[in-house]
């Protein structure tokens, strides 16, 4: 993987850190996920899929100011698109459900992708530029990669602090009129 990538990748999480200080290491694994593999393990099927939005979207309330899209791979292929500025300036939720559920049937991520990935986020770690330790990062990746990398929920620390309401889509299953022309 090119030197561009890295240095992307590594952005990304150091402005996710900025932007999320209750981050733990389990919101570190959960975008660094999302990053390789898009949203193919959050879905069942695809009457939950629209439950689970419906039921968000008519809680949403309050929440920390979140630019609409932004990417979350370093590649740009990748993107969490938040519900409250989404909703905020009119997107369409049936829309963005037919997104996610492209994005989970079509987008094939790779396990050396995440792999590399938290590599990147464990040398962050070593040279200070994110506040966890080295070893818990690497014992909390060991276990993931013994469960076949599951999905995990956001900790109780980054729910409470930042309600977070989104969804993972490729940015090529956006269409016309759901991505801001200048998306983050």
Do not use: N
Request: aromatic share 10%; with cysteine; net charge negative.
């Amino acid at each position: 993987m090119e030197l561009r990538e890295e240095a992307t990748f590594r952005q990304i999480l150091a402005s996710q850190m900025e932007r999320y200080p209750r981050l733990q290491v389990q919101d570190l694994y959960k975008l660094v996920l999302q990053a390789a593999m898009g949203s193919e393990h959050a879905v069942r099927d695809e009457a939950a899929a629209r439950q689970w939005l419906e039921s968000e979207l008519s809680r949403l309330g309050d929440g920390p100011e979140e630019p609409e899209v932004e990417s979350i791979s370093p590649d740009g292929a990748i993107v969490r698109v938040h519900l409250r500025p989404y909703t905020a300036k009119g997107g369409d939720p049936h829309r963005l459900l037919a997104a996610f559920l492209e994005t989970a049937r079509e987008y094939k991520g790779e396990e050396a992708r995440l792999q590399q990935y938290w590599l990147w986020a464990e040398e962050m770690c070593r040279s200070g530029q994110l506040p966890f330790r080295e070893e818990d990062l690497r014992r909390f990746f060991a276990d993931m990669e013994a469960q076949g990398y599951p999905a995990v929920h956001h900790s109780k620390q980054y729910r409470d602090a930042y309600r977070p309401a989104y969804r993972v889509v490729a940015r090529a299953f956006l269409t016309e009129g759901q991505e801001p022309s200048a998306a983050g």
